[in-house]
């Protein structure tokens, strides 16, 4: 056994209970998780700091002096604790709001203590809260270094596992592992870019004795932790691409080009030519493609996907597009049906709804081959659900779908379907390239002609008037408008109420029989939903009352107005999805955010750059800053986007660095057989045994 899979218990230290504690809240159950458990700041022990020096813009630094006296401040939930610390320069204040009587009875007056924390402003005067206290005679070897702080709660403090801790384990581990922390990366790769070894750089994580050094460390374990994971994505991308078999689609015969050439509505833009060049070059060889197809809303993605589906038809093989929600299903089924209504192709629809005798004869019939393209929302993933020859699979808007779903989609053939992913939004690239980094990139970078930017307003519900009286105008046009109520989960019976409410007075404002108002929402049975959208699609309705149902993909280009309720509590892409629901035709199109008077900080900074721009990269990109990779893509139960010492926020460059260097020792060597990369090789295995099923669509 590696001596990095010691059961932690083995430890100096840790006696069973803090094992217990150290695997249930930090699951830290080996020497080598613990070594993993990576500091997530560092107090520079170095300088001390005189009192008068203090300012608010310093980070954390280190006073010392002692406390003259203590002082109980405000009551009950704003009581504090103030001590004022001297030392020959001056007095400043250190601030506790919570284990007011534990720090009382711990902390001495009139003996010296290091201090260390971060001064701030409170209160018009400069004080330090919730410092860290030292004794001095504790101190004296850490001295003169930077000290790490790990990562820590109130509940891991309060049960004895305070960063201090930690650190202290730590530092009866690293001497036992010295010279076995084998190294991982190829000298070649070290010697080039310059990197300390493993060993080094997982002793200085830890105890840095200098800046210097600690940047090093930092720079090549960001360098390690992202190299592999790109290694694994690049190296399943060349296999499915070079050695996956996948169905031969190389003939492009009547049905493309019936209706490529008979029936399209318009002429496809330049970057829908140029990715459908890039599928038809893909599905041709005998290979599996895997490509994902990033555009923003309203970029023409469906049709795309139409095209890549006849490949498949024109080659006497089976396709199928799954969406997110049955509406959009729905939506799909009923435009494709349209634009194929000329030719002898079978198309049909299965979703959570479908009566279980059609069902039936459903799956039957695709069995057998007689379904040329079947559309539906994730029953497709059914265990019972089996193609005749799937070639061509498409899953539209797929940050809905969960990794694992992905997965499922192709063990239900005997050959992998040619896959083609789409995004309902473009996703920043650091993203693209970690959580489909093994998929061939297509992108559309443009709107078809003749789209006018749609004119965002943020208004507060004391504008209702005004807005009734705009919405009035846009309905004697004859534009047709969308209300957008929040649908969230925890609080589902109250944003129920809501929207009834909304829908009540909408109904109230705009009565029978001048208007018409329909309403959609997930409590309604799918064939009163298709009733209600089918009016709205066909014009009769003039406003659609709806929950996020309709967020995805529906397409109406003659509604023009899209006023969101509530607007405050939707996510940006939320909100840029909702907003791509109109701007579809020729007409001047209005997105009006609703929100409460008093909103969020994160909730304005979303507002506002809704109103401020159109591109959703740029939207995509301050979603990831305001709330982090795993919740963006919904993925943070997968641990697909938790890092140890990487951050996608921050590290894109060394991110794309990594990529590159993977990306060329592949070109040379790609099993990894040479010699000179035997320590590659070694880590690997074991990487990429952990990650199998992970990335894969397949
Ligand atoms: P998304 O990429 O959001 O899925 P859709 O495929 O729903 O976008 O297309 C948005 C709208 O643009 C649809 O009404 C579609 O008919 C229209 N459209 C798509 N391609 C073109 C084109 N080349 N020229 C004009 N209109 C187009
Ligand atoms: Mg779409």
């Not at 004795?209 to 374990?221: E, I, T, Y």
């Not at 829908?503 to 009163?528: C, T, W």
């Amino acid at each position: 056994m590696h001596i990095l899979s010691t059961p932690i218990e083995y430890l100096k230290g840790v006696g069973p209970s803090r094992a217990d504690l150290l695997k249930k809240e930090l699951k830290i159950f080996t020497y080598g998780d613990l070594l993993s458990h990576y500091p997530f700041r560092y107090i520079d022990k170095s300088k001390i700091y005189n009192i008068s020096e203090l300012t608010k813009d310093l980070p954390y630094i280190q006073v010392k002096g002692f406390i003259v006296r203590f002082e109980e401040k405000g009551l009950k939930r704003k009581k504090r604790l103030i001590a004022y610390l001297k030392d020959d320069t001056g007095m400043t204040e250190l601030v506790w709001f919570k284990g007011i009587r534990w720090i009382k009875s711990a902390i001495k007056l009139n003996t010296e203590y290091l201090v260390f924390g971060k001064p701030s402003f409170y209160n018009g005067k400069l004080n330090i809260a919730h410092p860290e206290m030292d004794l001095i005679e504790d101190n004296h070897e850490d001295i003169n270094k930077l000290q790490a702080v790990y990562p820590s709660t109130e509940k891991l403090n309060s049960k004895g596992l305070s960063s201090r801790v930690i650190s202290k384990l730590i530092h009866c581990l690293l001497p036992l592992l010295k010279h076995h922390l084998e190294e991982t990366l190829s000298l070649e790769i070290i010697k080039r870019l310059n990197l300390p070894s493993r060993e080094e750089s997982l002793f200085d994580i830890h105890c840095p004795s200098s800046a210097r050094r600690l940047v090093r460390a930092q720079k090549r374990l960001k360098f390690e932790e992202f190299f592999f994971l790109q290694l694994h994505l690049l190296k399943t991308q060349l296999t499915r691409n070079s050695r996956n078999k996948g169905y031969t689609l190389d003939k492009i015969g009547d049905c493309f080009n019936n209706f490529y050439h008979k029936h399209l509505p318009f002429t496809l833009t330049n970057s829908q030519k140029k990715v459908l060049k890039e599928i038809r070059n893909d599905v041709k060889k005998r290979f599996q493609m895997n490509r994902l197809l990033q555009g923003d809303v309203g970029s023409g993605k469906t049709l795309v996907a139409l095209l890549t589906m006849l490949m498949a038809i024109d080659n006497k093989y089976q396709a199928c597009l799954m969406a997110p929600t049955e509406i959009l299903a729905q939506q799909h089924f009923v435009t494709i049906s349209g634009y194929l209504k000329n030719q002898e192709i079978n198309i049909r629809i299965l979703t959570g709804s479908t009566k279980t005798k059609d069902r039936k004869v459903l799956l039957k019939d695709l069995e057998q081959g007689k379904i040329d393209i079947l559309i539906g929302t994730h029953a497709l993933l059914e265990k019972q659900v089996l193609f005749k020859n799937l070639a061509v699979a498409i899953i539209d808007e797929q940050h809905r779908f969960g990794v694992a779903q992905r997965a499922r989609l192709w063990k239900k053939n005997k050959y992998p379907p040619h896959v083609l992913v789409m995004t309902a939004t473009p996703i920043p690239r650091t993203l693209s390239m970690t959580l489909y980094g093994d998929l061939d990139v297509s992108i559309i970078d443009e709107l078809p002609p003749g789209r006018k930017p749609v004119k965002t307003m943020w208004k507060s519900n004391s504008s209702r008037l005004s807005i009734i009286d705009f919405m009035k105008k846009q309905i004697k046009l004859e534009r047709q408008i969308y209300i957008v109520f929040p649908l969230i989960e925890e609080s589902e019976k109250l944003d129920y109420k809501n929207l009834i409410e909304g829908y009540n007075s909408i109904v109230r404002e705009f009565p029978l029989p001048d208007f018409q108002v329909s309403v959609v929402h997930g409590r309604m049975k799918a064939e009163d939903k298709e009733y209600e959208m089918e009016r709205f699609l066909s014009g009769i309705t003039n406003i659609m009352v709806a929950t996020t149902v309709i967020e995805v993909g529906v397409d109406v280009p003659n509604a023009s107005v899209m006023i969101i309720e509530s607007a405050e509590r939707f996510g940006l892409s939320q909100l840029h999805q909702l907003r791509g629901r109109v701007g579809r035709g020729a007409e001047q199109s209005y997105c009006i955010l609703v929100s409460g008077d008093k909103v969020s900080n994160d909730a304005r900074i979303r507002l506002k750059t809704m109103v401020e721009t159109n591109d959703g990269f740029r939207i995509s990109e301050q979603d990831l800053k305001l709330r982090g990779p795993g919740d963006m893509m919904g993925t943070k139960q997968s641990g697909i986007l938790n890092f140890k010492i990487a951050n996608l926020l921050v590290d894109n460059k060394i991110l794309e660095f990594a990529r590159e260097q993977a990306r060329v020792l592949l070109e040379k060597d790609p099993d990894l057989e040479h010699t000179d990369n035997i320590n590659i090789i070694r880590a690997y295995r074991p990487y990429a045994r952990e990650r199998i099923g992970w990335s894969r669509i397949s």
